[in-house]
Structures are given as structure tokens and as C-alpha cells.
């Protein structure tokens, strides 16, 4: 593990992370776990609340490509991508191969449709026992707590959770110990699963370059992001290697 302008990231693979979830799974125990890029290592940067939550995420993955190439600067050489979509149909596969319960919580509601279609057609003994597309506004504390205990009966061990940058992880954090499932906070893998979003071809992704295409595909919504986060990170991360990892 090793600490990006403050957030602990740790050198995984995909195998150590479904492994690690079946035993967490198997014994019923409330976990998150938060796949990051640029854009959460620079929210966390920028708010203290965001960046308290995750210091509580029981772990942390590089998923883009740019948080690889810091952990290899340094010293970590093997790490590796471990990007949230391609993590959650491993998760899947693992589930549906040990007859481990699955939900979903997020998403529109179309998505999600399409989404558990494709899912149980890739995946036929996989049971999906919870799928919930929640209001974009706050829940009532009474609405909160119908969820837990639809999430809790329904007997789900792993929870993919799809509410997007920073609201997902905060979500996670503010019902660990409450929900008895390995929670993943997956951001767009709903709707690229469901066929909703176009994925960038696989050399961009290789290369650290699929911002240049989900720019291009949704230039409103993610300019800001983009141009604001990519060249500070960039900046911090250098001033990092240079001084020191801020305390």
C-alpha cells in the first residue's frame, strides 16, 4: 500500500481482489471496497470529509491507469490496473461459480433493467437477489433504513454499488457494519455492462488514454473534471516524489 497525495492505494490484481471478497463474502462481513482514479484521488485532495472517507475503505484499487504508473515510480514494479468493470464480471464470474448472492444498488432504472438482463444471460446460475435503482435525491432516514433491511434480507454477500464519484464511496462508508455484504463501488460499470456507454478500445486503456475518449463522448460532463484534475494531479504527484507524500 502505498500513500497517492493521501489516499493509501494498494498495488492489486484481479485475483486478489475476488479472492478476497469470497472469504469476506463467506463470512458475512460488511466491507468496502473503492476502485480509484485520478478524479477520487483529486476530490479527496481538494475535500477533507471525502478524503476522511476513504481513509475508512478497507481497500483501495488503481483503477486508472495513472495511479498504475505512480505505484511503479514508487517501487511498486508490479503493480497493475485493476479497472472497476472489468473487476465486477470477474466478481461475477467468481460469484456464480460459489453460489454467492449478488444485488445491485444504483443506477437508472432502464439500466438497471438492461443490466440484470445481460447479467443473467452471461451468467444463468448467478442469483441476483436485490436490485435497487434508487431517487438521485437524499433518502429520509426512514427510507435509508428500508433499504438496509431490504439489502439484509434479501441475503446479498456482495453489493455492486454504481452511484458515481463521490457519492458511492461516501454511501459505502456511511452503511459499513450496517450492510452484511462486500460493497463495490463501481461507478459507470452499470451502464457500460448494460450496453448504455461505449468503452474506450483497449490500447487507449492500455496507455492511459481513456479520458481523451470519454472526453470526446461526453465533453460537458467531464471537461471540468478533466482539465481541472488531470494537470494538477500531475503537478502534486511530482511535488510528491520530489518532498514527500503530505501528512
Not at 481482489?17 to 460488511?30: D, I, K, P, R, Y
Not at 444471460?121 to 431517487?135: E, G, H, K, Q, V
Request: overall charge positive; some cysteine.
Amino acid at each position: 500500500m502505498s500513500s497517492i497525495l493521501g489516499v493509501n492505494v494498494v498495488a492489486s490484481s484481479y485475483d486478489e481482489v475476488t479472492e478476497q471478497t469470497l472469504l469476506w463474502a463467506n463470512m458475512g462481513e460488511s466491507r468496502t471496497l473503492v476502485f480509484a482514479n485520478v478524479h477520487v484521488i483529486m476530490e479527496a485532495f481538494d475535500d477533507a470529509a471525502y478524503h476522511g472517507c476513504l481513509s475508512r475503505a478497507d481497500m483501495i484499487n488503481p483503477d486508472g491507469v495513472p495511479l498504475v504508473w505512480a505505484l511503479k515510480l514508487m517501487g511498486l514494479k508490479h503493480a497493475s490496473r485493476v479497472y472497476g468493470p472489468d473487476c465486477t464480471i470477474a466478481m461475477l464470474k467468481k460469484a456464480a461459480a460459489n453460489n454467492v448472492p449478488v444485488g445491485f444498488y444504483g443506477g437508472s432504472p432502464d439500466v438497471l433493467d438492461a443490466l440484470q438482463n445481460i447479467v443473467c444471460r452471461d451468467y444463468p446460475n448467478l442469483t441476483i437477489s436485490f436490485a435497487m435503482s434508487p431517487p438521485f435525491r437524499k433518502l429520509t432516514d426512514e427510507e435509508d433504513a428500508a433499504v438496509v433491511q431490504q439489502i439484509t434480507e434479501s441475503g446479498a454477500r456482495i453489493l455492486f454499488v454504481g452511484l458515481g464519484c463521490p457519492k458511492q464511496e461516501k454511501w459505502m462508508i456511511e452503511h459499513a457494519g450496517r450492510i452484511p455484504a462486500v460493497m463495490f463501488g463501481v461507478g459507470a460499470a452499470f451502464d457500460f455492462i448494460a450496453g448504455r456507454k461505449l468503452q474506450a478500445p483497449r490500447w487507449m486503456m492500455r496507455n492511459g488514454l481513456e479520458w481523451i475518449f470519454r472526453f470526446c463522448i461526453e465533453p460537458r460532463r467531464l471537461a471540468r473534471r478533466y482539465l481541472k484534475h488531470n494537470p494538477r494531479f500531475v503537478f502534486l504527484f511530482a511535488r510528491q516524489m520530489i518532498l514527500g507524500p503530505r501528512t
